[in-house]
Structure formats: structure tokens, C-alpha cells
């Protein structure tokens, strides 16, 4: 029969509803007059009149206040407080017509007596059929076995959303706060941290909730470690930001993160030191398309710059930030110019026209070919767009008369096995160069350094996740590589940071904490996710973990720094890396040789300039399938 009810279409459902309010309106008319006259009795006279009003004032206004559109199962307290506000207006114009029409037989009292009554039989029957039907609809959904750990708000607000919903049921939360321990939250009992894992062994849970939005990395790090080892499902809740309309749903829940894993908390940055350096600017951005391109964009609208320039050689990419930072705009109330521009960085002419036009004061070139082994196989594009390109800005930066030029670099750089890293380190050569070769512009050149950001394209974890998704297995190049990992958004922040500090040549260096091993990686990323890994010693596990071999110029294991001794910043995750450069006559003469190398899709010659300008650089051997871009 709940099947069958759950089914029907929704103006069936309001018509029954409606029907059901028209009795319960009759009924508590005779119960008011019953109660006022202290007998039970049979209307006479113009009694019938109330019958026929009540219903016909109680209908129009449930209807205004939106009563039948309700879903029965899912209501809730706003529902419960509209019904009582709509009751309250029932009253009033009952009370009214009752004081104007004075009808013979009908007590004044009548027109409190009977909306009060009628306000119980109508919150009755909402709480009875919310409770029958999302009683039903849990029987027929499957449902999962569930802890949430943090008896805050959130968890609160999550415990309430599963119950209406049903795919989960609801065993007990986890605190820390030994106050909380032993009692109940709404029926729920929350539980000490050191009972989780007898919970799990007796409860038969299948899943954990971190329910703690606003919990610090480094706290979030430990609980997780502490629940690993554990045969659940670990997930969480978004940060108390994403959380801000106050509902907690099945679907709010995500994934953990390796950013739940680095137990970092983010440094807050010096905003007065950006504000001098972006406000009331005309700003550029170079691959502003781009993972990281894109968060700086929209970390440097925050600052309110005069013009933000978009420059990218990707028109979706394009598209999609500059639809973005509109919105963004718009919501913040920010009068900022926004200007969408297609080009790539390997067009002097191009780059060269922008410049005339805009006159930008300040660039953050991130427009790069970074994968590894993309550009292993096409070296020439690589040599292009990292090398010249980068040349390219920064001639057409000084041009114009820019303020300051920041590149985003990358740990490839260091001491390289891969031609991408080595045109990166070329191109911090190009501005190092160009930063101490004599001129009348004042352009400040810089670069900052940092390992892998989650999220972007060609991050390990968004592999492992759709490897997981797929049943694995999931693929790791060799059992000892190492990586360090930051959030896009802090690297950003740490980028603009790191330029406002400039003061010419500069090679920053950001801190990216300890590095991760990416078996490891893979192997928590199994167990969070309530699986076991499959190997010799576990046969039986859910996924496996297949080591593939290095790709063509991977190494295993990333640097930052090529010398000693870094220098600290004002910044505490900032230090300036004293590094060797060619001056400008030198490098020129090595620029030309690549050039032409690159023209001829001559690998060797490039590969030969490289060896001699950038320091550590050792070719790996390139499959045979690899072309010369």
C-alpha cells in the first residue's frame, strides 16, 4: 500500500490532502462547539454556517502559504512553522467574519477554540504521515550502517537528514568531548573515540562520517589515521563554508582527500602587502584557463584590480574561468574589468598587441606544457611554449613598462631526468637573465618553485579515484616514487605572496611540507575507502595495486632547491633559493642554438643545449614511439 501511495502523482496527493483538511476543519468545528457547550449535539440554525465557513476560509490559505507542496516525508521543522503561521491567519479571519456576522447559537469563544483544535489535527497528521512514509521508504531502500564522528551541529544536522532519507542508518556518534560521552542526542548515543573499533566489530558499520567542518587539517590528519586501519567507508562533510544554507544532505557528502591527509593548516597571507601589489592594477594572468592559472585569477579579483587580463590558447578553458570570475563578481559586488583573451604565448605579435592596448603593471605567467611524458615526446613544443614562451612575456612585460613579472615554475626543474622540467629550468634562466641584464625598465622578474597541486590535470588522485571507482587496479609507476602535494588554492595564495615580496631575480621556494609516497598514497586511499588491498599476502582484498614501471622521464623522487642554504622570507612557508644564472650574452647565443634545434625538430641539438644550460640535467633514455614535437 506505501508503494502504491509513494506513487501516485502530485496533484493526486494535494487533492487527497486537501480532502483530509477539509474533514479535519468539520471535525474540529464540532469538537469546539462540543467542548463550549460542554455536550455532544447536532448542529442546528446558523451553527451550519461555521461548518461551511471554516473549510472555506482554511483552504485559500493553506494554499498561499504553500502547504500542499509540501513532500510528507521530508518535513520538517520550516514545514511545521508554515503550517502554524497559516493556522494563525485562519484564526484571525475566522475570528473576524464570527465577530461581524454575529450568528445566532455560535459562541464568540468559538474563534479561538476552534483554530487551536484545528492546528493540533492538522500538525497530527503531517507528523503521523512523515513518520509512516519515510518509514515505509527506508524499507524499501538498502541502507548502510553508519558512525558519525562529531556530535556538533553538523552531525546533528547529518543524524536528522539520514533519518528522513533512509539510505543510512544511524548507530551512534563519536566526540572527543569527554561531556558528551554517554549521552544521547536526539536517541542517538555518542561514544568515546577509544570505542570505535568495538563499535564496528559488533554494530556491523559500514561507514564513518567525519562530521567536523570546521576541525583543523592537522586534527582531521589524526583522526583519519586513527580510523584507517578500521574495514569502513571514511568520508566527510564540506568545509563549514559549503555548509552555510544550514541543510546537511546524503549528497554533501565527499571523498577524502590527500589534502585530509597532509595535516597542514594553511598561513594565513599578508593582505596588506597584496592589496599594494594588485589593487587598482591591470593585471595579466597567462593560461588562465589552467588549474593553477584559474585560482589565481580568482584569488586576484578578491584584491580588486582595475583590469584582470585572461590570456590562453584554450577557448573552453577561457570560457569557463571568465564565466566564473563574472559570477564571482557579481556576488561580491566587484567592479572589476574583465577582459577574455585567446592567444598563445608562442605569438610575439600577439602578445606584443595585448601589451599596447591594456598596458598591464603586473604578469603571473602560468601558461606551461607540464605533463612528463607528453612533452618527452613532443620535445620541440615543449622548447616553444616553455622556453620562448616564457621569453616572449617577458620582453613584451618589459616593453611595456611592467611593474612585476612572476612565473610559475615547478620542482621539475631541479636537476631534471624529463625535457619538461628542463624548459622550466631554462625558463627561470630566461629571467634570471633578463632580471640582471641592464635596462632602463624597472620590471621586477621572478619565479616560484613548488611540487604537484591536488586537483589539477594529471594529478595521481583524481586517478586513483576513477581506478577505485572501476573496481582497480590501481596503477603506481614504481614502488618508491615520492611527490610533494599542496591544495591548488594555497599555492596560489602563496604565489601572489611570494611576488608582492619580490625585488628582482628572485627564485622562490614554497614549503611543501614532508613528501608523500604514492604507494602509500595508493594504499590508504583503498583502505578510507572501506576496501582492502590485494596482494600475495591478502589474496582475498577487494582491489589491486599494480606497479607499471617508470614513464619515459620520471624520476623518483623531486627536488626544490639545486644549491644549499635557502634563505627564509617574511613568509614562513616561502624561502628564496640561491641559484646560478647565465648572463643575458651567454644565454642568448644558447637560445639561438635551441631555436634553430627546435625549428628543425632536432632532438639531440635540443637535448644538447639543455645538458649545457641546465645544471643536473640527465636525459632518460625515450621509448621509440616517442616524436619530436
Request: hydrophobic share 40%; glycine share 10%; aromatic share 4%.
Given at each position: 500500500m506505501h508503494a502504491h501511495i509513494l506513487a501516485w502523482h502530485r496533484s493526486i496527493k494535494g487533492m487527497v490532502v486537501m480532502a483530509l483538511d477539509i474533514v479535519l476543519s468539520l471535525f474540529a468545528t464540532y469538537l469546539a462547539f462540543a467542548l463550549r457547550l460542554e455536550t455532544a449535539y447536532w448542529p442546528e440554525g446558523q451553527q451550519w454556517w461555521v461548518y461551511a465557513l471554516a473549510p472555506a476560509l482554511a483552504l485559500p490559505v493553506f494554499i498561499r502559504f504553500g502547504l500542499y507542496r509540501a513532500i510528507f516525508r521530508y518535513t520538517g521543522q520550516a514545514a511545521l512553522t508554515a503550517t502554524a503561521k497559516a493556522v494563525g491567519v485562519y484564526g484571525v479571519l475566522l475570528m473576524t467574519v464570527l465577530l461581524l456576522a454575529g450568528w445566532q447559537g455560535v459562541p464568540r469563544s468559538l474563534g479561538v477554540l476552534q483554530p487551536l483544535l484545528f492546528l493540533m489535527l492538522v500538525g497530527g497528521s503531517r507528523a503521523v504521515a512523515r513518520f509512516w512514509l519515510s518509514e515505509q521508504?527506508?524499507?524499501?531502500?538498502?541502507?548502510?550502517?553508519?558512525?558519525?564522528?562529531?556530535a556538533g551541529t553538523a552531525g546533528v544536522q547529518t543524524a536528522a537528514a539520514m533519518g528522513i532519507s533512509g539510505q543510512y542508518k544511524v548507530l551512534g556518534f563519536i566526540d572527543d568531548e569527554t561531556s558528551k560521552v554517554g549521552r544521547s542526542v536526539n536517541g542517538v548515543r555518542v561514544y568515546a573515540q577509544t570505542e570505535v573499533a568495538g563499535l564496528v566489530a559488533t554494530m556491523v558499520v559500514t561507514d564513518i562520517l567525519l562530521a567536523m567542518p570546521s576541525a583543523t587539517r592537522g586534527r582531521r590528519k589524526a583522526i583519519i589515521e586513527a580510523l584507517r586501519p578500521l574495514p569502513v567507508h571514511i568520508r566527510t562533510l564540506p568545509a563549514m563554508a559549503d555548509l552555510v544554507s544550514g541543510r546537511v544532505t546524503v549528497q554533501d557528502f565527499k571523498e577524502l582527500d590527500?589534502?585530509?591527509?597532509?595535516?597542514?593548516?594553511?598561513?594565513?597571507?599578508?593582505?596588506?602587502?597584496?592589496?599594494?601589489?594588485?589593487?587598482?592594477?591591470?593585471?595579466?594572468?597567462?593560461?588562465?584557463?589552467?588549474?593553477?592559472?584559474?585560482e589565481l585569477c580568482r584569488q586576484i579579483v578578491a584584491e580588486r584590480p582595475r583590469q584582470l587580463l585572461l590570456l590562453d590558447h584554450n577557448e573552453f578553458g577561457l570560457y569557463s574561468v571568465h564565466q566564473e570570475l563574472q559570477a564571482l563578481c557579481l556576488a561580491g559586488n566587484l567592479t572589476v574589468e574583465l577582459h577574455p583573451l585567446l592567444g598563445?604565448?608562442?605569438?610575439?605579435?600577439?602578445?606584443?598587441?595585448?601589451?599596447?592596448?591594456?598596458r598591464p603593471q603586473v604578469f603571473y605567467h602560468a601558461a606551461a606544457y607540464k605533463h612528463v611524458p607528453l612533452?618527452?615526446?613532443?620535445?620541440?613544443?615543449?622548447?616553444?611554449?616553455?622556453?620562448?614562451?616564457?621569453?616572449?612575456?617577458?620582453?613584451?612585460?618589459?616593453?611595456?613598462?611592467?611593474?612585476?613579472?612572476?612565473?610559475?615554475?615547478?620542482?621539475?626543474?631541479?636537476?631534471?631526468?624529463?625535457?619538461?622540467?628542463?624548459?622550466?629550468?631554462?625558463?627561470?634562466?630566461?629571467?634570471?637573465?633578463?632580471?640582471?641584464?641592464?635596462?632602463?625598465?624597472?620590471?621586477?622578474?621572478?619565479?616560484?618553485?613548488?611540487?604537484?597541486?591536488?586537483?589539477?590535470?594529471?594529478?595521481?588522485?583524481?586517478?586513483?579515484?576513477?581506478?577505485?571507482?572501476?573496481?582497480?587496479?590501481?596503477?603506481?609507476?614504481?614502488?618508491?616514487?615520492?611527490?610533494?602535494?599542496?591544495?591548488?588554492?594555497?599555492?596560489?595564495?602563496?604565489?601572489?605572496?611570494a611576488g608582492a615580496m619580490a625585488t628582482g631575480g628572485d627564485v622562490f621556494v614554497l614549503d611543501m611540507g614532508e613528501p608523500v609516497k604514492i604507494l602509500d598514497l595508493a594504499h590508504r586511499m583503498v583502505e578510507l575507502s572501506g576496501l582492502r588491498v590485494r596482494s600475495a599476502?591478502?589474496?582475498?582484498?577487494?582491489?589491486?595495486?599494480?606497479?607499471?614501471?617508470?614513464?619515459?622521464?620520471?624520476?623518483?623522487?623531486?627536488?626544490?632547491?639545486?644549491?644549499?642554504?635557502?634563505?627564509?622570507?617574511?613568509?614562513?612557508?616561502?624561502?628564496?633559493?640561491?641559484?646560478?644564472?647565465?648572463?643575458?650574452?651567454?644565454?642568448?647565443?644558447?637560445?639561438?642554438?635551441?631555436?634553430?634545434?627546435?625549428?628543425?625538430?632536432?632532438?639531440?641539438?635540443?637535448?644538447?643545449?639543455?645538458?649545457?644550460?641546465?645544471?643536473?640535467y640527465g636525459p632518460a633514455v625515450v621509448q621509440a614511439e616517442c616524436v619530436a614535437g
Open positions: 521508504a527506508q524499507r524499501l531502500q538498502p541502507r548502510g550502517r553508519l558512525l558519525i564522528y562529531g590527500i589534502e585530509d591527509l597532509l595535516g597542514r593548516d594553511p598561513v594565513p597571507p599578508n593582505t596588506e602587502l597584496l592589496a599594494r601589489s594588485l589593487a587598482g592594477k591591470v593585471v595579466l594572468v597567462s593560461g588562465a584557463g589552467g588549474s593553477i592559472g584559474s598563445s604565448v608562442a605569438h610575439v605579435q600577439r602578445l606584443h598587441d595585448i601589451c599596447s592596448v591594456y612533452v618527452e615526446s613532443n620535445p620541440a613544443e615543449g622548447v616553444f611554449n616553455n622556453v620562448f614562451g616564457t621569453l616572449n612575456m617577458g620582453l613584451a612585460a618589459r616593453a611595456c613598462g611592467a611593474s612585476h613579472f612572476v612565473l610559475v615554475s615547478t620542482d621539475k626543474a631541479v636537476r631534471p631526468t624529463n625535457v619538461m622540467g628542463a624548459t622550466k629550468r631554462m625558463a627561470e634562466l630566461v629571467l634570471q637573465s633578463l632580471a640582471h641584464q641592464p635596462s632602463e625598465a624597472a620590471t621586477t622578474f621572478c619565479m616560484v618553485r613548488f611540487g604537484n597541486v591536488l586537483g589539477s590535470s594529471g594529478s595521481v588522485v583524481p586517478l586513483f579515484r576513477r581506478q577505485l571507482a572501476t573496481g582497480g587496479p590501481l596503477t603506481v609507476t614504481h614502488a618508491d616514487v615520492t611527490r610533494y602535494f599542496m591544495t591548488i588554492p594555497e599555492a596560489a595564495q602563496l604565489v601572489l605572496q599476502a591478502q589474496p582475498d582484498g577487494d582491489i589491486e595495486i599494480v606497479v607499471t614501471g617508470l614513464r619515459p622521464g620520471e624520476k623518483l623522487y623531486e627536488e626544490l632547491l639545486i644549491g644549499d642554504n635557502p634563505t627564509l622570507t617574511a613568509h614562513p612557508r616561502i624561502m628564496k633559493a640561491q641559484e646560478d644564472y647565465l648572463n643575458w650574452d651567454d644565454l642568448s647565443v644558447q637560445l639561438g642554438t635551441l631555436k634553430k634545434a627546435a625549428t628543425a625538430g632536432d632532438v639531440e641539438a635540443m637535448k644538447a643545449v639543455l645538458k649545457v644550460c641546465v645544471q643536473g
